[in-house]
Nanobody, 124 residues
Framework: QVQLVESGGGFVQAGGSLRLSCAAS????????MGWFRQPPGKEREFVSTISRGGSTQYYGDSVKGRFTISRDNAKNTVFLQMNSLKPEDTAVYYCAARRSMVGSVYSHEYNYWGQGTQVTVSS
């Protein structure tokens, strides 16, 4: 059983930056591809980014491409999401997820474990 705990969310003005972290425990972190999803207020959960278990492959949703960067530190069992040039439409609860696979997925149902989420609010 893998436990995931997100941190780093908060309140930021448009154009600002935040760095989210997701710490994993209870499993072999390097065995999992990791993903970030978000759920804006009143909307469904949507894909943000994913990274392969070795960290060599990353993939981004169109709405965050060029602004967000995903990375991981397997020695520290942590995945990160660096978010730059934030927009009000980035406001959401951000979730990290682990998939027992070499590569991630854009589909939330293909992930095995989820964190509780961290709120990101971007003001205009």
């Amino acid at each position: 059983q893998v436990q995931l705990v997100e941190s780093g969310g908060g309140f930021v003005q448009a154009g600002g930056s935040l760095r989210l972290s997701c710490a994993a425990s209870g499993g072999t972190f390097s065995s999992y591809a990791m993903g970030w999803f978000r759920q804006p207020p009143g909307k469904e959960r949507e894909f943000v980014s994913t990274i392969s278990r070795g960290g060599s492959t990353q993939y981004y949703g169109d709405s965050v491409k060029g602004r967000f960067t995903i990375s991981r530190d397997n020695a520290k069992n942590t995945v990160f999401l660096q978010m730059n040039s934030l927009k009000p439409e980035d406001t959401a609860v951000y979730y990290c997820a682990a998939r027992r696979s070499m590569v991630g997925s854009v589909y939330s149902h293909e992930y095995n474990y989820w964190g509780q989420g961290t709120q990101v609010t971007v003001s205009s």
